[in-house]
Each structure stands twice: as structure tokens, then as C-alpha cells.
């Protein structure tokens, strides 16, 4: 009884790791498209160096942010107000970083504290970002409007 209890957990074990998604390693494209974006982040985003969008951002950019805008010049608008030096990470990293075809995703961990209990808690938030031609094409994050 205890072989057929084993085998049939074995078999439910392998059945089970069948039906979960595998990222296979990227290629050298997918590779170059997430250290590109990896950089505009830490640059154009987080530094707000905006002269720099030009060198990863398409002129017909389209931003699906609508605290944003819609297009580069809204992008500029938006992250350009305080640049600051660009350093040579970024303070926060990903805490998961992957890329399929043109799309690269960071997704990113945050803590913050209930405003009525002060219990603290994580949540999640995301980027994608369509990468053509070597330039961020589209990008789409989890912000809402309120």
C-alpha cells in the first residue's frame, strides 16, 4: 500500500509541475530589450533625466498611464520636473525582471502600513513595456486613477 501511495504522489507530483508555466531562458535579443529598458528606468524614470528619452523612446511613444498622458511629449512633461543624478543602479530593483518577444515586465514589491490600523503589509505593482526596433514603443503599468 505504501509503494502505490508513493507512486501515485510521484506521479501526481510530476502531473502537477507539467501544468506550471516555465520561463525558458532568454534570448540574446530578449536580453539586450530588458537591459535596455533596465537602464531607461534607472535613468529616464527614476532620474528623470527626460533628454535622455529620445535615446530609448520612440517619437511615437504612446503611454498607457493616464496620470501620465498618452505620448512622449505628456511622458517628458511628467518625469522631467526634478532631474537628479543617475546612479549607477537603481535603489530598488525588481524583484522580477523577464522578457518574451517584444515584452519586457518588471514587476516590483513595495511595503506600506493600513491608514486606519497602521498593520503593515507588501503589494505588487508592474511594467510592460513593447520593445521595436531597439525603442520603448508602448508602456502600460498598474496605476489607476482614483
Not at 498607457?64 to 537603481?90: C, E, N, Q, R
Amino acid at each position: 500500500m505504501r509503494v502505490m501511495t508513493r507512486l501515485f504522489c510521484g506521479w501526481a507530483t510530476l502531473a502537477m509541475l507539467a501544468c506550471v508555466p516555465s520561463f525558458a531562458a532568454p534570448t540574446a535579443d530578449e536580453a539586450k530589450k530588458q537591459e535596455m529598458v533596465m537602464n531607461w528606468y534607472r535613468e529616464v524614470v527614476v532620474s528623470g533625466h527626460t533628454e535622455l528619452a529620445s535615446k530609448y523612446m520612440a517619437s511615437s511613444f504612446v503611454e498607457h498611464d493616464p496620470t501620465v498622458g498618452t505620448d512622449l511629449a505628456s511622458f517628458v512633461k511628467h518625469y522631467g520636473a526634478a532631474p537628479k543624478p543617475i546612479a549607477a543602479k537603481l535603489p530598488m530593483a525588481p524583484v522580477k525582471a523577464f522578457t518574451k518577444g517584444d515584452y519586457v515586465t518588471l514587476v516590483w514589491q513595495h511595503d506600506d502600513k493600513d491608514p486606519k490600523t497602521s498593520t503593515p503589509y507588501k503589494y505588487i505593482s508592474y511594467d510592460v513595456l513593447r520593445v521595436k526596433d531597439g525603442k520603448i514603443q508602448e508602456h502600460w503599468n498598474s496605476a489607476r486613477v482614483q
